[in-house]
């Protein structure tokens, strides 16, 4: 069956840098376009990243541009997100989606996520 599962979250002071990945199995994931979406306590979800199914385009939220970068390895199944100069603000709980229908699809499977906390 179809599973993505993340890895890498953990607790960061701001300004420090992690790499999220999320490591998938039980579909061609060379066809789906993956993306990084993140909820924080008490806020709506927000999607941060998006990389297409052949790596070869991938967008960005405002709020990281020019500080996360997303990639894949479609030899290795997995999508990364590197997080440089965390803020507060990024404090979230982030899933990976796989998305059949590409990087605007609104529909997708989703991983269990994982916890990423800034604190001083």
């Known amino acids: 069956q179809l599973q993505l599962v993340e890895s890498g979250g953990g607790l960061v002071q701001p300004g420090g840098s992690l790499r999220l990945s999320c490591a998938a199995s039980g579909f061609t994931f060379s066809s789906y376009a993956m993306s990084w979406v993140r909820q924080a306590p008490g806020k709506e979800r927000e999607g941060v990243s998006c990389?297409?199914?052949?790596?070869?385009?991938?967008n960005y939220a405002d709020s990281v541009k020019d500080r996360f970068t997303i990639s894949r390895d479609n030899a290795k199944n997995t999508v990364y997100l590197q997080m440089n100069s965390l803020k507060f603000e990024d404090t979230a709980v982030y899933y990976c989606?796989?998305?059949?229908?590409?990087?605007?699809?609104?529909?997708?499977?989703w991983g269990q996520g994982t916890q990423v906390t800034v604190s001083s």
């Open positions: 989606v796989a998305k059949r229908g590409g990087c605007t699809s609104r529909s997708g499977y």
């Open positions: 990389i297409s199914s052949s790596g070869g385009s991938t």
